[in-house]
């Protein structure tokens, strides 16, 4: 009979969000007039900018007449896009990213998981935990469960920053703005963290989806901040947060030219070549008009506008942030990131809190623990729901923690 | 230093459309007055439907307002387009598929390229000579060159379709209508590979891209039209050739809840569960505007203009068939496929005919060798110019021929 990756066996059922949804539907059931608030899911709620919207009935409207239809475009991206990107998001910061390194594609979860595709099977793999499950879930599609795998555990010790591992380990992917604890790196750490790579020959996956909440200019957006970043990192990047892409799916990956590998035998290749290669194969690009809403978020009505969005969720970090800091909650992140990570009060577990805020406030947020065993006694909240919910809902932990 | 995945390493050059287009661009440049004529790439000309215009310019209109505004969706798609799907291209037509077994994604191109993640190394892979480049790339990718990856080759002897494997084989693909070669299989034949399948507990990778080119009821446009194929087949299918999606990008691919498989331990594992489990893990779903244009297809509107385009190309194809038939030519192909597949003539190999066909006709096609060793001598056409140049271009043919 034909055989499976049997790797899959090994995963766990992804019961974080179904068993989150499962519990408030049984409290609504039993309280129908509660009016839950929820500061769970980490996705968008304002709608997408007209700058935007616009660029996106233009471009349709081209889709519709012959003389300026577009079928197949180029895996990589379209030119116009590529160059946009590299403008903004790089040049202008003074990065050396070239529009070749540009990989336009479908979502960060996406190139998160397909980068799997060009790794050796025999590599030591680090992964934060908490973490985002996605590294960890395709890396075990991948390997399968293996002593290669390597958690680097984050606490209100270190911070929720991992320290550099003292074994040794090939691959590394960290998250910075974290997701989800809301903490960044600063420059002199995520510099120890290339330098480490470069010392090693190990590779870093940099995650930077949330590099648009960064509020400080001395916190790198972009790991290519960072002298030698070139020679061992790739990066992620996603309008889905930024620009509220999150159903309109865009985000692309940077792979630099002269990011190298020696291979068994002994010869140098270019990871470039092989994302390149993955991508021409396995991918057909992103949609035309898609990619023309992406170009229109770097046109200066579209900037404006992304900005304008991401001071909003800002401000509702914010109004979480004070409100728990009032009330001696301990808490990270939400100062550059939309998510705040949050100690569990008076020794509750994840899971207790998660009932405790339901019950109590009406409010559904998601249990640290679903992202690790080290979330245990954690507990995210995000900045995307809307001003006045979020105010609502921090009166009422307000209230709650006043009559504790 | 962190590895590579090796396999990358023994994967061709696709050098397939960059040779053509350095030798178009190298004519063009010695003969600048050439009006050449492009029958090569397998990409529509014809442009999007009113009904798809619509429907996209109506749901980007509902992503530009906070109400009706769509974030995340389902990985898997939407309700709305999966029973859509499943009510038109199943349902109707007698077959049973229900929505639940429809995964929406962003091109088959992905889906028959991804699949491959679920399968396991060991299994002996058959693919077809000729054959599209992705099945065999995407192997390659996955368990490097190997014994067991054999070629079923095809010929004009056995008419370019595959004959049964005498050899143990646990996967193979299957393109119906083919591409390159434009043959399909009627009823009887693909019952014998649906047969072979349960026999010798085989999957059957069924690649329908083209199925709404099919001209006659008694062909199956599914795999599932025949008995048993829910228990040993995956169907692939694309918006793409019969709705114009190339540049909108959207197909499904369909698992039927009884594939069940054994694992080493003797579980029975459901392919269902596991190609869920990967585009849970792995993708974030296609765009909600993509999928409302999708849906858009299926509506009675929908359906005539696509007809209309079908059509349009169909009669093409016609043209070609029959130009080249009245001047003695052999092929394959063409009357339920866009796809043409001619025999070269005067002992030409494949790339001597497309420098013949380039100098003398100005006529741009598809080498039949770049599809595989078995298509040396071989030389594809394709039905997707418009009518006025497909009728020009088999003139010139006729008039070469005439005169040779």
Same mark, same amino acid.
């Given at each position: 009979m034909f055989q499976i990756n049997e790797h899959y066996l090994q995963l766990g059922e992804s019961y974080l969000f179904s068993t989150i949804a499962r519990k408030v539907e049984q409290f609504s059931a039993t309280h129908p007039g509660a009016d839950i608030i929820r500061l769970g899911i980490g996705d968008v709620t304002l709608p997408l900018s007209p700058a935007v919207i616009s660029a996106l009935h233009r471009s349709v409207d081209e889709m519709g007449t012959k003389e300026s239809f577009r079928g197949y475009g180029p895996e990589q991206g379209y030119a116009f896009l590529r160059e946009a990107i590299t403008e903004t998001d790089f040049r202008k910061r003074g990065i050396n990213i070239s529009p070749a390194e540009i990989f336009v594609s479908d979502g960060s979860k996406s190139d998160t998981g397909n980068i799997g595709d060009l790794l050796g099977e025999g590599n030591v793999v680090a992964i934060t935990d908490p973490v985002y499950p996605v590294y960890l879930d395709t890396t075990l599609m991948r390997i399968? +469960? *293996?002593? +290669?795998i390597r958690l680097l555990r984050c606490s209100g010790e270190n911070g929720f920053l991992p320290e550099l591992p003292q074994e040794r380990v090939d691959i590394v992917y960290l998250c910075y703005p974290n997701n989800p604890t809301g903490t960044v790196m600063t420059r002199e750490e995520l510099t120890t963290w290339v330098d480490w790579a470069l010392v090693n020959e190990s590779l870093i996956l940099f995650d #930077? #989806? &949330?590099?648009?909440? $960064? +509020?400080?200019? *001395?916190?790198? +957006? *972009? $790991? &290519?901040? $960072?002298?030698? #970043?070139r020679r061992c990192a790739i990066e992620f990047r996603s309008f889905s947060k930024s620009a509220g892409f999150t159903g309109l799916r865009c985000s692309y990956t940077v792979v630099p030219e002269e990011l190298m590998v020696i291979t068994h035998s002994g010869e140098s290749v270019s990871l470039h070549y092989l994302w390149n290669r993955r991508q021409s194969t396995k991918f057909n690009g992103t949609p035309y008009i898609i990619q023309r809403a992406a170009e229109a978020v770097y046109s200066p009505a579209g900037q404006q506008e992304m900005q304008v969005m991401i001071d909003s969720y800002m401000e509702n970090a914010a109004v979480i942030r004070k409100g728990l800091m009032d009330h001696g909650y301990t808490l990270y992140g939400g100062e550059h990131s939309p998510y705040i990570w949050l100690q569990c009060p008076d020794g509750l577990d994840s899971w207790q809190f998660f009932d405790h805020l339901l019950e109590k406030c009406h409010i559904v947020g998601t249990p640290g623990v679903g992202f690790g065993a080290a979330g245990e006694g954690y507990f995210r909240l995000t900045a995307f729901n809307s001003a006045e919910r979020t105010v609502e809902a921090i009166g009422r932990i307000a209230r709650l923690s006043s009559t504790r």
């Open positions: 399968g +469960r *293996s002593d +290669r #930077a #989806a &949330y590099e648009a909440f $960064i +509020r400080d200019e *001395s916190i790198p +957006r *972009s $790991i &290519y901040e $960072i002298e030698g #970043a």
